[in-house]
């Protein structure tokens, strides 16, 4: 938590470190609730309908009662923008099921808690974020498809954290987590992308990835710039023979790989990461001036 953090909660502004939920929010207990995080740039909320609607879509999945309007949310996102003191950083937006009795019912849970939280992100180091990051495939499991919906975006990410400690213990920047049939999905916190041959692929989100709204930019990106791109299931053995292969995400942005289980990559920053680099953050530019 860095000193400039702020939290709006169910609309109060206030200091981070002032914040408080009950300890009986279901949030808390059970990971009940949904969430997104936003970027900042230049004192504007990047994307954020997208953000809205994908946030509205995730609580209607789980049958969770939105206690403010789209509109009414984007207040509060333009009020927390306005007050946060820094140009850019990051907001985290969570909706829980609220305080209750405890038990997985939710049944008897009424009043939605809404947090935003502004602060600044960072998911790897600035030399891998310049000089690429280290990966491993991970032993841990995404979720399967037909047991959580990987468009619903929820506060339970478990199984995404159980790979990071993999990530950590082997000593690298990130992992990849494979579905039940072995084939690749996404990273802990990011969608992931290779260039072979000159084409970009990512895997389908049908395969348990996420529908990420910078993974929707790039290959928007990528359309207009020419790029051929195919949505494909990918197996390890893909990302280990790609010339390229980087990481999208609101938190992550774009960052390229360098290695992954210790197979180095031929190309790291690759021209095709470094054209859709420099579009993106051009992209950027022309939506937050």
Same mark, same amino acid.
Not at 48 to 70: K, T, V
Not at 79 to 105: A, D, K
Not at 193 to 198: G, S
Not at 241 to 250: K, N, V
């Given at each position: 938590?860095?000193?400039?953090?702020?939290?709006?909660?169910?609309?109060?502004?206030?200091?981070?470190?002032? %914040?408080?939920?009950?300890?009986?929010?279901?949030?808390? !207990?059970?990971?009940?609730?949904?969430?997104?995080?936003?970027?900042?740039?230049?004192?504007?909320?990047?994307?954020?309908?997208?953000?809205? *609607?994908?946030?509205?879509?995730?609580?209607?999945?789980?049958? $969770?009662?939105?206690?403010?309007?789209?509109?009414? $949310?984007?207040?509060?996102?333009?009020?927390?923008?306005?007050?946060?003191?820094? *140009?850019?950083?990051?907001?985290? =937006?969570?909706?829980?099921?609220?305080?209750?009795?405890?038990?997985?019912?939710?049944?008897?849970?009424?009043?939605?808690?809404?947090?935003?939280?502004?602060?600044?992100?960072?998911?790897?180091?600035?030399?891998?974020? *310049?000089?690429?990051?280290?990966?491993?495939? %991970? %032993?841990?499991?995404?979720?399967?498809?037909?047991?959580?919906?990987?468009?619903?975006?929820?506060?339970?990410?478990?199984?995404?954290?159980?790979?990071?400690?993999?990530?950590?213990?082997?000593?690298?920047? #990130?992992?990849?987590?494979?579905?039940?049939?072995?084939?690749?999905?996404?990273?802990?916190?990011?969608?992931?992308?290779?260039?072979?041959?000159?084409?970009?692929?990512?895997?389908?989100?049908?395969?348990?990835?996420? *529908?990420?709204?910078?993974?929707? =930019?790039?290959?928007?990106?990528?359309?207009?710039?020419?790029?051929?791109?195919?949505?494909?299931?990918?197996?390890?053995?893909?990302?280990?023979?790609?010339?390229?292969?980087? !990481?999208?995400?609101?938190?992550? #942005?774009?960052?390229?790989?360098?290695?992954?289980?210790?197979?180095?990559?031929?190309?790291?920053?690759?021209?095709?990461?470094?054209?859709?680099?420099?579009?993106?953050?051009?992209?950027?530019?022309?939506?937050?001036?």
């Amino acid at each position: 938590m860095s000193e400039q953090a702020l939290c709006w909660l169910n609309g109060q502004l206030l200091p981070l470190a002032d %914040a408080s939920v009950p300890v009986n929010d279901h949030g808390l !207990l059970y990971g009940d609730g949904v969430f997104e995080g936003i970027r900042i740039y230049h004192k504007r909320a990047f994307r954020l309908q997208q953000h809205l *609607e994908r946030l509205a879509l995730s609580a209607r999945a789980i049958a $969770l009662d939105m206690p403010y309007s789209l509109a009414e $949310l984007t207040a509060a996102v333009q009020e927390i923008v306005e007050v946060f003191s820094c *140009e850019s950083g990051y907001i985290r =937006l969570m909706v829980t099921r609220g305080p209750g009795p405890l038990g997985l019912n939710p049944v008897g849970c009424h009043r939605p808690n809404v947090i935003l939280i502004a602060d600044q992100i960072s998911l790897v180091h600035s030399q891998s974020r *310049e000089q690429g990051a280290r990966l491993i495939i %991970a %032993a841990t499991r995404r979720l399967p498809f037909d047991g959580l919906d990987p468009r619903v975006k929820s506060l339970n990410y478990l199984n995404h954290i159980l790979a990071k400690i993999e990530a950590n213990h082997a000593g690298v920047d #990130e992992a990849v987590l494979l579905n039940g049939q072995g084939r690749v999905t996404e990273g802990t916190a990011d969608n992931i992308f290779i260039v072979k041959n000159e084409t970009l692929v990512t895997p389908p989100c049908t395969e348990g990835a996420l *529908e990420g709204i910078t993974r929707e =930019l790039i290959l928007e990106l990528a359309a207009e710039a020419g790029i051929p791109v195919r949505i494909a299931p990918l197996a390890p053995y893909d990302l280990y023979t790609a010339d390229e292969c980087f !990481l999208t995400g609101t938190g992550a #942005e774009m960052i390229p790989v360098r290695d992954i289980d210790g197979r180095e990559l031929t190309k790291c920053p690759g021209p095709v990461f470094k054209q859709l680099n420099r579009l993106f953050f051009e992209r950027i530019e022309t939506e937050s001036r």
